[in-house]
């Protein structure tokens, strides 16, 4: 037997998908709640009031995340308002070249689909739902978990049939049949497999359905040879009765007999609805329930550290490795300790901080950058002060400009730490000529005015 590569399978089944259903379900595969926190900050300079918060939530025996959030509703984007602020976030938090094309075509789907529905040129489209703020968080953050998570290199997605729904709802459009058109249009334009499911309400929405035309590449009725590595589950806010509201996002490999070709998916839709295989989510239970007590109070997540022992390398060559793991956003942490090591040698510890999902990425990268031979490494729980994100505004010379602050909380909800977020301090500094070392402390005393 030998394994082919990394595959990801997204089940949408059941329940179909939405956007807030692909980042929650990849959070909870991840295993960090505030890891969205960097897209959730970005989305403060166009709505001050928006917020995110990451629960827990159990269905049937499924124990997943489930996302919740608050906005203004009347901040609303043109098609090309939303495609310049799709791009000024997919920057702010560093997306690769590949991740910020997926971005770009992921809502290219939707304007085609609502331009085909409505029978409009796209910068003529009034968007309602699809124009929301919401709809920036679902695609950016969706992409950006995918990077984090290192599902976008040498990786295969495919889906299953996914769940469309079936009845009437009501809309901004008025009472509209189930798929929606824009739904129905993504559909039929890029072939995907689809059936009605149990559900009598939508369950598919317009960017749920673009997410998974842009990153499936096929559609399979079973996960027959799959071993599965990891899987995260993600929680719609809608509720559906017996139903599981619920995605699956899992990770494996398909194991191939040597000499055998892979099956080849079904040209025709079958006429009994597909069943999602049940993945054992038995292990994934325990282990959050053990956590729910420390969550109550701290934040919890694991990581992996992962080092290396160096004493041949350059400081140009142990300089990149800042650019390149943090900067691209693979590692959370870069440190390069100075020692002696064996023969009484100066040497180098790295150590790196990451997601459990990038160690081989991040070996990887150590091994080929620094010629060092291995690497050790180990999986350390962490405990986190809680963490929001909220927008001050400073009025100088009769100009408002608005600065996202960092708020850090202990267990009792006291105030740990205030931190302006650098790159709006440079910005308003270099547009007001006031030096950062002075805009930093007004900065922190009115959020502290705001959250005593």
Not at 264 to 276: D, I, L, R
């Amino acid at each position: 037997m030998n394994l082919a590569k990394k595959q990801v399978l997204i089940d949408v089944a059941t329940a179909g998908a939405a956007g807030d259903m692909f980042l929650s379900a990849l959070t909870d595969l991840i295993g960090e709640p505030d890891v969205l926190l960097p897209v959730a900050a970005s989305m403060l300079i166009y709505d001050p009031s928006f917020r995110l918060a990451i629960g827990s939530k159990e269905h049937s025996g499924n124990t997943g995340r489930v996302l919740q959030i608050t906005r203004n509703p009347t901040v609303r984007f043109s098609p090309s308002d939303m495609m310049d602020v799709l791009q000024a976030v997919a920057e702010e938090v560093e997306l690769s070249s590949k991740a910020k094309t997926l971005v770009k075509d992921t809502m290219t789907v939707i304007l085609q689909a609502e331009s085909r529905a409505h029978n409009q040129p796209i910068d003529e489209l009034h968007l309602h739902e699809t124009g929301s703020i919401d709809t920036v968080l679902d695609i950016v953050g969706t992409v950006y978990l995918l990077e984090r998570a290192g599902l976008l290199e040498d990786t295969k997605i495919v889906a299953t049939h996914v769940a469309t729904g079936s009845g009437v709802i009501s809309c901004e459009h008025g009472d509209l049949e189930v798929p929606v058109p824009a739904v129905a249009e993504i559909l039929v334009v890029h072939d995907m497999k689809f059936h009605n499911g149990s559900a009598e309400t939508e369950v598919l929405t317009p960017t749920g359905a673009a997410l998974l035309a842009v990153l499936a590449s096929e559609y399979v009725e079973s996960i027959d040879n799959f071993v599965v590595q990891n899987q995260g589950i993600g929680f719609g806010t809608r509720d559906l009765g017996k139903i599981p509201n619920m995605m699956k996002i899992v990770v494996g490999e398909v194991v191939v007999a040597e000499g055998t070709e892979p099956k080849k998916p079904p040209t025709k839709e079958p006429k009994a609805e597909p069943k999602a295989k049940e993945t054992p989510v038995k292990a994934a239970r325990e282990k959050t329930e053990e956590r729910t007590i420390v969550l109550d109070e701290w934040n919890a997540d694991e990581v992996v550290v992962i080092e290396t022992n160096v004493d041949d390398v350059d400081g140009e060559t142990l300089g990149t490795l800042f650019e390149t793991l943090l900067e691209e956003g693979l590692a959370y942490d870069v440190v390069i300790i100075p020692a002696i090591g064996k023969k009484n040698r100066p040497c180098h510890v790295v150590k790196v901080i990451a997601p459990k999902t990038g160690l081989k990425t991040i070996a990887e990268i150590l091994i080929r950058q620094l010629g060092t031979i291995g690497i050790r490494y180990n999986t350390w729980e962490r405990l986190k002060a809680t963490r929001e994100t909220l927008v001050c505004s400073l009025e100088i010379d009769d100009k408002e400009y608005m600065v996202r602050v960092k708020v850090s909380r202990s267990t009792d909800g006291s105030i740990v730490s205030i931190k302006p977020e650098s790159d709006d301090l440079i910005r308003v500094s270099r547009e007001t000529g006031i030096p950062i070392r002075e805009l930093k402390p007004r900065v922190a005393m009115q959020a502290h005015a705001v959250n005593e």
